[in-house]
């Protein structure tokens, strides 16, 4: 079963992998639009973090619901609604429980992440999050829960396939056939949250 800590790990640990890896996803922010997913990031996991510390009560389901409020409040670009639905929506699908099966937390971020297609209005391939989350969340609910490093994979091979897609949708979107050829900085920010949330199960 996965507890409170649990997912506190998960999220503590992508703040670490965010304040780790900013330079490169404001790299790859920089080739197909405008330098600051790091930055968002980092600010936005930050403030997780902080509002984490300081809600010690709170099951797996009210944390996700605070982590992705935080998100939405803090994060000034695309991601940060996008990325706070996500988790927001997977929290109240957990519901209130002290602790959840693997297989409920596959099924809350299915319909996370069915959440984030919605509000951002993409799908499978438009070179965005979604490539890797869609991916991640679908080996994870195949496995039944259980496998959380086959989630990993596929999340890091669903943020590669996006190098070679035209983007159809924010603001890499706007460059066309100019956006071929970069990886997705938003595909290589999901796929830090699906690697720590199988460090964070000590799949990884
Ligand atoms: P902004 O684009 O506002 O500067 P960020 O740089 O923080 O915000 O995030 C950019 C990422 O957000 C993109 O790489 C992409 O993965 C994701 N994104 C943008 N628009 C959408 C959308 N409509 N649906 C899904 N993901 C999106
Ligand atoms: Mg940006």
Redesign the pocket.
């Known amino acids: 079963m996965l507890d409170a800590d649990f997912f506190r790990r998960w999220m503590t640990g992508m703040a670490a992998a965010v304040d780790r890896e900013a330079d490169r ?1 404001t790299e ?2 920089s080739a ?6 790091g930055a ?2 980092r600010r936005g996991f930050a403030a997780v973090v902080k509002a984490l510390e300081e809600e010690p009560s709170g099951t797996p389901g009210s944390l996700l619901v605070l982590a992705g409020r935080q998100l939405i409040s803090t ?6 609604p ?1 990325y706070g639905t996500l988790l927001r929506r997977a929290g109240k699908a957990l519901g209130d429980a002290a602790e959840v099966a693997p297989v409920q937390l596959a099924e809350a971020l299915r319909v996370g992440v069915a959440a ?2 919605q ?4 799908k499978a391939g ?6 890797a989350l869609e991916p991640a969340v679908e080996a994870l609910a195949e496995s039944l829960g259980e496998s959380f490093a086959a989630a990993a994979d596929a999340a890091d091979q669903g943020a590669l396939a ?1 190098v070679p897609m035209r ?1 159809r ?5 706007y460059l066309g056939e100019r956006s071929v050829g970069h990886q ?7 796929a830090l949250l699906v690697a720590t949330l199988a460090a964070a199960r000590g799949a990884r």
């Open positions: 996803l790859l922010d197909i639009g405008d330098a600051d997913h968002n990031l994060v000034g670009g695309a991601s940060g996008l984030v297609a509000l951002g209005g993409a438009d070179k965005t999050m979604l490539d996006t983007a949708k924010g603001r890499a979107g997705d900085p938003g595909a290589a920010s999901a």
